[in-house]
């Protein structure tokens, strides 16, 4: 009689290998802008000097000028940059992350070394009115991309939001006109992209219809009966329907003293401010608040939502249209803060980029702030290129805004995941 051995299990412990995932797509593109740099500072190289000017002679605190030697920083830059670079590719082969701060610092340094490099022998560098137009540029995009995060992150992608800020344009512009007042005017854009907000929750989210779809054919609609309104109604006697009144610039005292950042900062229009506000509300409300816990549970797993009690398709429609709320308060800034008056595709695709700084900065309100900035900055850039004549081609300086949105979104923004229920409709089971 045979007796069988008993098997012991192995008591040895179980080594579980972490998964190694590597992206290479910061250290590519550094090192994309490390050829640029020896392409446009050596193959193109510029001699003399490079002055910025950081106050006015009107500034209660007037800063000296930085006047540095072209080549030589085009040099050092170029060595910062590799050095950058070589680490960034270091980390990625080790299937570690390079950090945002080494980003921010490459853009920086770049930064620097062109304005060096395209300022050289010409007229100083503005770098308070760089800045200044950059965050006057920014506005209309960063209530837009404050419109998208609300909106998607509620499960509804927001593709609307050129529309939104076009409404929110004509309306502002006709009803300040009529009525002599630009705070009328600012809540009547905000009435304006609530309704075009309206029609795109009615259709997407009671009639399931195609968010993408209805969202094209909403910016399709805008813009069709704003150019036939203003040609057939604003254009005919601009005085009576498009002259509205300007918003008025309101310095804060000391604050808007400080050396560069007082006037970038704190003196401008009440709808700056409003934007400040706008963008901690925002973030505070969505990440601390049961508003946004609501919110991002209906974008993320609605049907977990709907077993705790929150009604989804209502929380959807009713955020929808406070998204659409503040896209529209971001158009009225074209007409009542910008330019003064309507005129047709005013907006001119600022929808849409807004749309990818929501993308860009991974549905999050900051982010998506200091994406709007980036691409506001790059808008500016083109003017002062212009202004300082700089070398640059002019065709190129048109087109910078727009390429800078694309290198952006496919080669910044790394692995990032919308909200689970983003673009999905709900139906109750």
């Known amino acids: 009689m045979s007796t069988a051995t008993p098997v012991i299990p192995d008591s040895s412990p179980i080594v579980l290998e972490k998964a190694t995932i590597r992206s290479w797509k910061a250290p590519i593109a550094f090192g994309a802008f490390v050829v640029l740099s020896l392409i446009l500072f050596f193959g193109f190289s510029r001699h003399g000097a490079s002055t910025f000017r950081f106050s006015d002679k ?40 390079t950090p945002i701060w080494a980003v921010i610092l490459f853009a920086l340094i770049f930064m620097f070394g062109f304005l060096a490099w395209a300022g050289s022998g010409e007229l100083p560098v503005p770098v308070t009115g760089l ?10 995009l960063v209530f837009g991309a404050l419109g998208g995060v609300i909106s998607e992150r509620g499960g509804v992608v927001n593709v609307a939001i ?6 929110g344009a004509f309306v502002s512009a006709m009803v300040a006109t009529l009525t002599g007042s630009w705070v009328v005017g600012l809540f009547a854009a905000v009435v304006a992209g609530v309704l075009v907000s309206f029609v795109l929750a009615a259709f997407a989210i009671k009639y399931l219809v ?7 054919v909403l910016n399709v609609l805008v813009t069709g009966l704003t150019s036939f309104l203003y040609s057939k109604v604003l254009a005919a006697d601009p005085t009576v329907l498009n002259h509205p009144p300007r918003l008025p610039e309101w310095p804060i005292p000391v604050l808007s003293d400080i050396p560069i950042i007082g006037p970038v900062l704190f003196h401008q229009t009440i709808i700056e401010y409003l934007m400040y506000i706008a963008v901690f509300a925002v973030w505070y409300g969505l990440f601390h608040t049961r508003w946004g816990l609501r919110l991002r549970s209906v974008g993320e797993h609605p049907e977990a939502a709907d077993t705790v009690g929150i009604k989804v398709n209502s929380t959807r429609f009713w955020n929808v249209s406070l998204a659409g709320a503040v896209a529209g308060l971001g158009g009225a800034y074209f007409t009542l803060g910008s330019v003064g008056a309507f005129s047709k595709e005013m907006t001119a695709g600022q929808g849409f980029i807004a749309l990818a700084a929501v993308i860009f900065g991974r549905w999050d309100p900051i982010r998506a702030t200091l994406a709007a900035l980036l691409f506001g900055f790059a808008s500016n850039l083109q003017n002062v290129l212009g202004i300082i004549g700089s070398p640059v081609p002019s065709e190129f300086m048109l ?31």
């Open 58 to 97: 009107s500034d209660k605190i007037v800063l000296p000028n930085l006047v540095v030697d072209t080549f030589s920083t085009t040099i050092i830059v170029t060595i910062l940059l590799a050095i950058i670079a070589a680490g960034s590719f270091y980390l990625s082969s080790q299937a570690r992350k």
């Open 210 to 216: 195609d968010q993408v779809i209805v969202g094209v």
């Open 162 to 167: 050129e529309g939104q800020l076009l409404a």
């Open 399 to 429: 087109m910078l805004p727009y390429v800078v949105t694309i290198f952006a979104v496919a080669g910044l923004v790394g692995l990032s995941r919308a909200p689970a229920a983003d673009g999905k409709p709900y139906i109750k089971s």
């Open 131 to 140: 800045l200044l137009g950059t965050v006057s540029l920014s506005v209309p």
